[in-house]
């Protein structure tokens, strides 16, 4: 391990006070320990510990399907920052073999297909995996049962400790380590929905970013995958697999 000379900041310090002046805010305000003692007095909340520690949402099914049919399905990816990273169903085809089953909805996350996890590969392996399936005729999912909208909990205790994430057009495009929207269960790649019981699905950018900049105390969103979300308003064709 190198440390820096003295009186030359360690390279963690300096990106975080560069991550501070990108977003309007003079290091000198807010020591970096005045922040990290903020963040350990901070329990972790995240949407995914809560589903899957509850060994009810947590299910192997037994998927039946014709020879040559394709499963049906959309998924996307559940965003950086989840617990365990992998895919979302985000669309179902109609009268296919996961719409027939009855036993998958939108926002389930999948764990593995026929025993080989999809734990944290790219999307795109994870898609070539189910298109893989199509020549056979029963296909084994471990799934944890999710609703699609995923719950965050932001605690701010004061204006001057920044969330730590930044948005473009409602959707959240990045993310501090260790900082407190992580800790509070924020995801890199999801569309916000709604702030402290308030819907911002048709605000405009700039009163997203009045709204969360000016929020203080604990601060209540409800996400759901970008991906997903234009799908489910029309925006996007579903491409099923």
């Given at each position: 391990m190198t440390t820096a000379p003295t009186g030359t900041p360690a390279p963690t310090t300096v990106a975080y006070q560069e991550f501070l002046r990108a977003n309007g805010i003079n290091p000198e305000d807010l020591s970096q320990k005045e922040y990290s003692d903020i963040i350990?007095?901070?329990e972790m909340y995240n949407d995914d510990l809560i589903h899957f520690s509850n060994s009810e949402n947590c299910k192997e099914l037994q998927l039946e399907k014709h020879k040559g049919e394709i499963l049906g399905v959309v998924v996307v990816e559940s965003g950086w920052g989840s617990i365990l990273p992998t895919v979302i169903l985000a669309n179902m085809l109609n009268g296919g073999p996961a719409a027939r089953s009855g036993k998958l909805s939108i926002g389930d996350q999948i764990m593995s297909i026929n025993g080989t996890s999809l734990v944290g590969l790219p999307l795109a392996t994870c898609q070539g995996i189910?298109?893989?399936?199509?020549?056979q005729t029963q296909v084994k999912l471990n799934i944890v049962s999710c609703p699609p909208v995923t719950t965050v909990l932001i605690k701010r205790p004061d204006l001057k400790y920044q969330l730590g994430f930044s948005v473009q057009n409602g959707i959240i495009c990045s993310l501090m380590r260790g900082g407190i929207a992580e800790r509070g269960g924020v995801r890199v790649g999801h569309r916000i929905i709604e702030i402290n019981g308030q819907s911002v699905v048709a605000t405009a950018h700039e009163k997203i970013v009045q709204a969360l900049s000016n929020s203080v105390g604990e601060i209540h969103m409800k996400t759901m995958p970008a991906a997903m979300f234009?799908?489910?308003?029309g925006q996007e064709t579903p491409l099923y697999i």
């Open positions: 350990n007095t901070q189910i298109k893989g399936l199509k020549n234009r799908l489910l308003t």
